[in-house]
């Protein structure tokens, strides 16, 4: 009999996930077995990151730490009713299979990153059980100007080996601040850098807490999820906004605007 091959995933050229599991792949992704990674575990307390060994228990950190620049973290941002009422809202939205075992909902531009093209034809705005959050996050000095034109839920299950590869969030259409609320699950954001090639560094991400990535922790450090590191179903709502281009005197601001426009009319339905 002909063996048919059914691909049950969305992964794409390197992306892997458990449906579509490449054992070749799997040595890339967990490069700490072949190599000696230096973990160390970032402290919100006090912004910085410690040898693996250590405690975490602050202020009696061990061992030589090191400011790690550009990350707040909010927890406990909502409640667990809250939680579990946005959750039964995204919920209502089907998600759409994505790369490396993980599902999504967009809202947003359609956006070709190679070609630097944006469509907004299909883009109905933020969805309106994100515009208290939005409210919320604004409460705060890092956030009091954030415009976010974007929102994406991720859902991650470790059934699935839900992870996402070592990225930068896109520099030309977005802008510095990446937002990111954690429902139903803690896990950690895993930042490298190709100055300091042997090192992790794992920020804590517990369930219902704001994630702002900014400053150095964004432009300087790449961020990727590790599979390890779901232990339950995750959803992650990423908000961003827009760059410099897009606003202010920048050459693309008519279209910023459009899309800022569209964004807050907080009536949006998904666009996959
Ligand atoms: O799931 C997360 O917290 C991060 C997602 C992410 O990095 C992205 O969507 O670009
Ligand atoms: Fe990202």
Known sequence: MANINIKTCACKGIRYCLL????????????????TIEIHNYCPDCHKAWPALDLMQHPSHQGDGFEFEGIFLWTDFITEVEEQQLCQQIDQTPFVDSQSGRRKQDFGP??????????CDDFSGLPNYSKALYVKMTTNS????F???ELCNLEYMPERGSAIDPHFDDF????????????????YLCMTCDEHPNMEVHIPMPRRSLL???????????????RKDISGRRLAMTFRELSDEFRGQGTQSEMGQKLINIA????GIAVG
């Open 110 to 119: 359609k956006v070709n990153f190679k070609k630097r093209k944006l469509k």
């Open 264 to 267: 807050f009319t907080f009536k």
């Open 147 to 149: 415009i976010p034109v």
């Open 142 to 145: 890092l956030l009091h100007d």
């Open 212 to 226: 702002v990535v900014h400053g150095p922790a964004r432009y300087k450090w790449k961020h990727s999820i590790h």
């Open 172 to 187: 030309w259409l977005w802008g510095e601040r990446l937002v990111t609320l954690n429902l139903l699950s803690d896990s």
């Open 20 to 35: 579509c599991g490449n054992i070749t792949n799997d040595m890339v992704q967990d490069r700490n077995v072949a190599q």
